[in-house]
């Protein structure tokens, strides 16, 4: 189960970052069809805001995975360096 964590943690930031930017899209397709089925005149705000959600929505989420990929690889990268350490001591 804690075997190989830093691929795991790698793999989790992955599939978090999809399912964000799966979110973003679906709440931007919702901003955009609740505003423009409205009895409001603000149609043209309303595609414009939904645009604007999804793509800053699945931006954020792909730029907020670095922080666990990147957590990931470095705790991959210190078990390959602290086998390499113990294996050299003997």
């Known amino acids: 189960m804690f ?7 790698q793999i989790a930031g992955k599939v978090f970052c999809w399912l964000g930017i799966f979110g973003a899209i679906l709440g931007g397709v919702a901003v955009w069809y609740t505003i423009t089925t409205s009895d409001s005149a603000m149609g043209i705000m309303g595609i414009a805001s939904g645009i604007l959600t999804a793509i800053l929505g ?17 705790v991959e990268n210190s ?5 390499n350490i113990a294996k050299s001591q003997f």
């Open 3 to 9: 075997s190989n964590i830093g691929r795991k943690i």
């Open 79 to 83: 078990e390959i360096i602290a086998d």
């Open 58 to 74: 699945a931006l954020l989420s792909w730029v907020g995975s670095f922080t666990m990929v990147g957590f990931g690889k470095l």
